[in-house]
Nanobody
C-alpha cells in the first residue's frame, strides 16, 4: 500500500528525491512520515507532514537540507534531500498514521500503522 522509489548511490553534496506512492488508503486522512534505518540501529524519524500540509516536522539532523511534501490528488508524498552526507546512508521508509495526538506523535515509529518496504540511499565520499 506504500511504495517508495528514488533511492540510489550518490556522491557527497548531491541531491535525491524520494517518492512514496500510496494506495488502498484514504490518503488525505493520514499524516505521513519519512523514517530511515541503518543496520543495528533503530528506525529514526526524518520528517513528517500532516494531512493538509498545515504542519511539517523535521528531525534536528536535517538542518534545512530536506523538504517533505505531499500531493493529495496524486496520493504521493515526497522527500527532497539536498547536500547529502555519508551519514545519510540508510534505508528510507515512508509511513502513514491516523494518530495525530500529543506533541511527539510524528517522531514515534510505533505510532505509524502502515509502512513501505524502503528504498536504499547510499552517499559515497
Amino acid at each position: 500500500q506504500l511504495f517508495e522509489t528514488g533511492g540510489g548511490l550518490v556522491q557527497v553534496g548531491d541531491s535525491l528525491r524520494l517518492s512514496c506512492a500510496v494506495s488502498g488508503l484514504t490518503f488525505e486522512g493520514y499524516a505521513m512520515g519519512w523514517f530511515r534505518q541503518t543496520p543495528g540501529k533503530e528506525r529514526e524519524v526524518v520528517a513528517a507532514i500532516t494531512r493538509r500540509s498545515y504542519d511539517i516536522y523535521y528531525a534536528d539532523f536535517v538542518k534545512g537540507r530536506f523538504t517533505i511534501s505531499r500531493d493529495n490528488a496524486k496520493y504521493m508524498v515526497y522527500l527532497q534531500m539536498n547536500s547529502l552526507e555519508p551519514e545519510d546512508t540508510a534505508v528510507y521508509f515512508c509511513a502513514a498514521t491516523l494518530k495525530v495526538v500529543g506533541n511527539d506523535w510524528w517522531s514515534q515509529a510505533a505510532n505509524y500503522n502502515y509502512w513501505g518496504q524502503g528504498t536504499q540511499v547510499t552517499v559515497s565520499s
